[in-house]
């Protein structure tokens, strides 16, 4: 969905620049990173694609280790650092990453390899207005330092989030160089952010400002790394006097919650749909969703209950429920989004399969989806787009995952079969099945007779006997060089 | 839906193969093509009260028994004004749509000038030509005034889409003459026969020397079907099935492997086949007719889908099937009528925008057309909503999805701006299936009109005292003479099937 980013960052083009003196305080604060990243093939879900690489500028932290882009190193197979000014390499590890908030922390093999790097202390939260840099590295090792600008604070979206998180937007006038698609926002040479998107004609980019960053390593120290909460709402506006009128609101401030998922934060502390959301921990919300911020001013409500508070963390909301005003306590947590039927986020995680005599099924999430290109939602299976977009709906039961034939592979067994694809599976021999991990084991313990596949559309059914398809598993392996089978 | 395939009129190229000889086709063809220049208006279904869009255009056509010119639907679309013209005559005679049926794109217009038809002979209908068996094709494309011809080869004969209905497929004649945007309606000819008309190709960046037309079992259908004054739709089995290739499902559904039989995977609900068929029944012939295991059934020989057989046939005909159901042989007659519940995946083209007016607010019944004109501003939502319609037979339940198509703004919907494109569910708690719900609806309530939409979209609310005050105003910023049109006249729509419930 959201790869769009990585195109600008991969595209830069020199287009004047604001190079500085190279400062001795840079020395020991920055690393180059280098990804070696090859993602899973989706369509084919055996096999992975052909791996590339990607170069970034990490941030030393005081205590030695780095801080990077998640984008960066998702789906690696291997992370790099290497020293500005030398060729010295070092295999790191990541420690704890974060796909949502764009954040990795990275950690060298050899833990003397950073020694002596003294690295770069976390500043402060920037306004718009505020001047700041973005470092590169010449490469000889030398610090170039661009003249950056703060043009807005907002929440945002993020490479591989939906909801949104603070972001800056930042002007900028960036050469092109190496080591580039990540680069430190540094003020008064302690960090600021990280640029995560950069577009090279408008010379403007966003990047991860300082209380996202500082939520992440808080999170992130204690060794458990739990991720930001989630509310688990959807909302509108509530700026039109005639529907505040209609939903008893009172006569300012607030949203109208238009669905509640009721794992979520909201959803079990008793928020409903319909409700009107007036204040989160004592933070007033206006008609539009935002509440006043002490340093950013009128901010969306986004910020307010992702980036301030962590998981386990209690949260209290007021509310008017028809008309009535009462407060509703709860805690923060991130079940809304982990507790689903179709995950959205499947970086790092090898795609499930299983191949029946031919047939592949697959559990359908987002990154499967994602794999049709931008155009996803008109060129996927429209069934398999309607049950994750319209999730909350259709498979509100996050145990029910959606399983589905994927395509066929043509064998001995699947003649009359070869065209269907996309089919989302319901039952197997009359019962429903619920998970790939289910369907592998019901098939296993199929020795004779039917076996009876039914999906949601045409053509409804397919039969498969089950001796055949013990006969023929092993010659599909061979014929289609198939590593295995399943992979659950 | 209309991928690179566009209408286009076949052309004659100006070489004749050797020979210059002036055959009988050729003095025929002469005598009994005609241009036919039509001005046609085109309903805009983004502004659904305004009387459309004026555009000219150019087809050709050809004189049949009794002094009718049979052309394509498409040329005479709309047309508020038409005028034949014959080949080596200057005079240009007013003509009138007789007949049209979308569905196969053909039409009749008639001259009611005698003038005209003298010195016309009528050109008569032949039968299938053999593949790689030559035709010629006469028209008037781009290019130039007089009468052309391209000569080409039988390719293909086979199903296909009719790309002007937008949702319909027929039998239809491929071939490889020379193709050249300009007149559809020309007629295909074979010694001194018609065996089709000109209808469609490819844009040359897809596909060279494909065109296509549309053979005689077609035009006869229409020709007879219109006999009693009256087009009607073509009908549908409305069922979906499934070769029956694969030896388990054979087993399963214990047939012979003998190479026969289809078997059933979906009944459309309200088309012939509802009640009638199941799931899971093997079909084995359709009005004695064998059924191959891949659907198809000989017909004069040769190989065709077994729906050509109903494809021949009227509203009310029977066709005879036989049907291998829970291990027994049964004949099943269905009668057979149109599939009206997919009718709203078809192009519209005479019939007026249908819309309902309220406080700036446009509601518009899910049409193709609309599709087309809403453009970005479908949700994934509402494109999901079409294109699942017929499948999930939603249908039963919205015979008619009412889309909010627009919001033209005014002081008093000015927080309703963003909310165009959303699906109608229920307005002022009744519940909204057809476009002749909405006003009903919006006259019930109280003094607010509360309108919720599928989703999780907040309600738009109106207070109806300030609605009545400001509609005179909005229609006339907005140019709007009637607040309404609803008449569904001829169109033909989905019954729906969901139990009635009692309004609270």
Redesign the interface.
């Known amino acids: 969905m959201n790869r769009v980013w990585m195109i600008f960052l991969l595209g830069w083009v020199t287009i004047g620049m604001a190079a500085g003196p190279a400062d001795e305080s840079s020395r020991g604060s920055l690393v180059r990173i280098r990804a070696s990243i090859q993602p899973y093939d989706q369509f084919r879900p055996w096999q992975k694609k052909a791996p590339f690489g990607l170069n970034g500028t990490g941030v030393v932290l005081p205590g030695g280790k780095v801080l990077a882009t998640a984008a960066l190193v998702e789906n690696r197979t291997e992370v790099g650092l290497e020293k500005p000014g030398s060729a010295e390499k070092c295999a790191a590890e990541v420690e704890a990453i974060d796909y949502e908030a764009n954040l990795a922390l990275l950690k060298p093999t050899d833990p003397d390899f950073l020694k002596g790097f003294a690295g770069m202390g976390i500043g402060t939260a920037l306004r718009s207005g505020d001047k700041a840099e973005v470092w590169q590295l010449e490469r000889n090792g030398e610090l170039l330092r661009n003249q950056a600008e703060i043009l807005s604070t907002g929440v945002g979206r993020y490479p591989s989030d939906e909801a949104g998180f603070l972001v800056y937007g930042v002007r900028v006038s960036l050469p092109k160089r190496d080591d580039s698609y990540m680069l430190p926002l540094v003020r008064n040479s302690q960090l600021a952010g990280i640029m995560m998107g950069y577009d090279r004609d408008s010379q403007e980019g966003s990047a991860i400002p300082v209380p996202m960053i500082e939520h992440f390593l808080k999170d992130a120290a204690d060794g458990k790394y739990e991720g930001f909460p989630t509310l688990g709402v959807?909302w509108?506006p509530l700026?039109?006097p005639?529907?505040r009128?209609?939903v008893l609101a009172p006569k300012s401030g607030g949203v109208?919650l238009?669905?509640v998922n009721p794992r979520g934060t909201a959803g079990r502390a008793g928020l409903m749909?319909g409700d009107v959301l007036l204040s989160v921990d004592g933070f007033k919300l206006d008609e539009d969703g935002n509440y006043r911020d002490a340093l950013y001013g009128p901010t969306a409500v986004g910020n307010l209950i992702r980036t301030r508070p962590t998981v386990g963390s209690p949260a209290k909301f007021h509310i008017s429920r028809q008309g009535r005003e009462m407060d509703l306590a709860g805690v923060y947590d991130r079940k809304a989004r982990e507790e689903v039927a179709i995950p959205t986020l499947q970086y790092d995680v090898p795609p499930k399969y299983v191949v029946v005599g031919g047939l592949v099924f697959q559990e359908l999430t987002g990154t499967y989806l994602q794999e049709w290109g931008e155009k996803w939602?008109?060129r996927a299976p429209?069934?398999l787009?309607?049950l994750f977009?319209?999730q909350?709906?259709k498979r509100p039961d996050p145990e029910k995952k959606v399983v589905f034939l994927s395509q066929v592979l043509p064998s001995p067994?699947?003649?009359?079969?070869l065209q269907l694809s996309g089919l989302v599976l319901e039952k197997l021999n009359g019962r429903e099945v619920h998970s790939l991990q289910e369907l592998a084991e019901r098939v296993d313990r199929a020795d004779s007779g039917?076996l009876?596949f039914e999906f949601t559309?045409?053509?409804?059914?397919?039969?498969?006997?089950a001796a055949?398809v013990r006969a023929v598993q092993e010659k599909i392996g061979k014929d289609y060089n198939l590593p295995a089978l399943r992979r659950l | 839906m209309r991928f690179g395939i566009w209408k286009l009129t076949l052309v004659l190229l100006p070489f004749f193969a050797g020979c210059g000889r002036e055959d009988g086709q050729l003095r025929e063809a002469k005598k009994n093509v005609v241009m036919i220049e039509v001005t046609a208006q085109i309903w805009d279904y983004r502004l659904p009260w305004n009387p459309g869009t004026v555009s000219s255009s150019r087809g050709a056509g050809f004189v049949i028994e009794g002094n009718r010119i049979l052309t394509n639907a498409h040329v005479i679309s709309g047309a508020r004004y038409i005028t034949v013209q014959r080949e080596a005559d200057p005079r240009k005679y007013p003509g009138k749509v007789l007949h049209v049926a979308h569905d196969c794109d053909l039409a009749l217009v008639e001259v009611q000038d005698p003038e005209f038809f003298k010195g016309t002979t009528a050109l008569s209908l032949g039968g299938m030509p053999d593949l790689e068996s030559v035709v010629s094709v006469y028209g008037f494309p781009i290019g130039g005034d007089r009468l052309s011809v391209t000569r080409g080869v039988v390719s293909r004969i086979d199903y296909n889409s009719y790309t002007h209905s937008g949702r319909e497929s027929h039998l239809a004649i491929q071939i490889d003459a020379a193709i050249n945007p300009g007149n559809s309606g020309g007629p295909v000819m074979q010694s001194d026969k018609v065996v089709g008309v000109a209808f469609q190709g490819f844009r040359g960046d897809v596909a060279q020397n494909v065109g296509y037309m549309i053979p005689t079992p077609v035009i006869r259908r229409f020709l007879k079907d219109v006999e009693d004054g009256h087009y009607d739709h073509y009908v549908d089995i409305a069922i979906r099935w499934m070769p029956l290739e694969n030896p388990a499902m054979r087993k399963y559904l214990h047939r012979p492997n003998d190479g026969l039989g289809v078997v059933v995977t979906d009944i459309f609900s309200e088309g012939s086949s509802d009640g009638m068929l199941k799931k899971e029944d093997v079909l084995l012939s359709i009005d004695g007719h064998p059924i191959e295991s891949d659907g198809s059934v000989r017909l004069d020989g040769q190989p065709v889908q077994l729906e050509e057989i109903v494809e021949r046939k009227f509203a009310g005909d029977q066709v005879e099937l036989e049907v291998w159901r829970k291990q027994a042989l049964e004949k099943v007659a269905l009668t057979l009528r149109p599939a009206e519940m997919f009718s709203m995946y078809e192009n519209l083209y005479e019939e007026a925008p249908r819309y309902v007016l309220y406080g700036g607010l446009v509601f518009q019944p899910l049409t193709s057309n609309l599709m087309a004109g809403l453009l970005g501003a479908a949700d994934l939502r509402l494109r999901q909503t079409y294109a699942l319609f017929g499948q999930d037979q939603l249908y039963r339940e919205t015979p008619e999805p009412v889309i909010l198509s627009s919001v033209l703004p005014d002081r008093l919907n000015v927080y309703l701006g963003g909310m165009a494109g959303q699906i109608v569910r229920e307005i002022n708690g009744r519940r909204i299936r057809t476009l002749a719900d909405v006003i009903p609806a919006l006259e019930s309530g109280g003094e607010r009109t509360v309108i919720r939409f599928e989703g999780d979209q907040r309600p738009a609310v109106l207070k109806k005292s300030e609605v009545d005050r400001v509609m005179p105003r909005i229609m006339a910023q907005y140019g709007i003479k009637e607040t309404s049109r609803t008449e569904v006249n001829g169109r033909r729509l989905a019954k729906g099937s969901f139990s009635e419930e009692k309004p609270k």
């Open positions: 959807s509108s700026r039109d005639n529907l009128e209609e109208l238009t669905r749909e939602s008109e429209q069934r787009v309607q977009t319209f909350n709906e067994i699947t003649l009359g079969y039917d009876v559309d045409d053509p409804g059914k397919l039969v498969l006997d055949e």
